[in-house]
Structure formats: C-alpha cells, structure tokens
Nanobody, 123 residues
Framework: VQLQASGGGLVQPGGSLRLSCVASGFTLNYYAAGWFRQAPGKEREGVSCISSSDDNTYYVDSVKGRFTISRDRSKNTLYLQMDSLKPEDTAVYYC?????????????????WGNGTLVTVSS
C-alpha cells in the first residue's frame, strides 16, 4: 500500500504547479482523500479534500479560487492544481486518505499517507 506524491518544485510568485498522488496496492477511488502542507516552523494544515462518492470538495480559505483538487479514477490518482501561487504557499505537501467534511480533511491513524513533495514559491 503506497501513496506516491510528485510535482513539487521551485516556481515564481503567480506561477502554477500540479501535484499528483498515485495510489498503489489499494483503490483510492473508495476513499475520501486530501492534501496537507507543512511549512517550516508551522503545524500541518489541511489544504483541500475530496469526498469518495460524489466528489464534493473542501478548500481552506487561503487557497480558495487558486487551488483545485481532482481525481482520475481510471489512474487511481489524486491531483492538486495550484495556480496564482504565493510565497506563503511554500511548504512540503502531502497527500493522504482522510474523511472530507465541512471542516476539511480529518485523517485518522488508519489512513494512508504519501511522501512529501516540496513546493517553493520564490522570485
């Protein structure tokens, strides 16, 4: 069972990146899932999530209108399209299975976590 995140990198303010999270060993389609980030010296933050059945989505206020979460069920993959990036978006981003409710992604000890991918927004 594995979640493999990729797509991070260095981008200038205002730029875009698309993060991918490929699941192996289980069917991601059956799970709600989300993206989290942790900036240096800060606590982990739930950025966005998507439900398992009807693909309802949640975004933290700071990324609304700029980030888009989606999934490709045929590829067992979760995405995070990040546009209009700001320096404050700089963080290590993680994907995970997690309950997705109106308060955002809520992982438990039974959920799966991917590796982190570093996003750096800087000129």
């Amino acid at each position: 069972v594995q979640l493999q995140a990729s797509g991070g990198g260095l981008v200038q303010p205002g730029g875009s990146l698309r993060l991918s999270c490929v699941a192996s060993g289980f069917t991601l389609n059956y799970y709600a899932a989300g993206w989290f980030r942790q900036a240096p010296g800060k606590e982990r933050e739930g950025v966005s999530c998507i439900s398992s059945s009807d693909d309802n989505t949640y975004y933290v206020d700071s990324v609304k209108g700029r980030f888009t979460i989606s999934r490709d069920r045929s590829k067992n993959t979760l995405y995070l399209q990040m546009d209009s990036l700001k320096p404050e978006d700089t963080a290590v981003y993680y994907c995970a299975t997690a309950f997705c409710g109106r308060l955002g992604p809520s992982p438990t000890s039974l959920d799966y976590w991917g590796n982190g991918t570093l996003v750096t927004v800087s000129s």
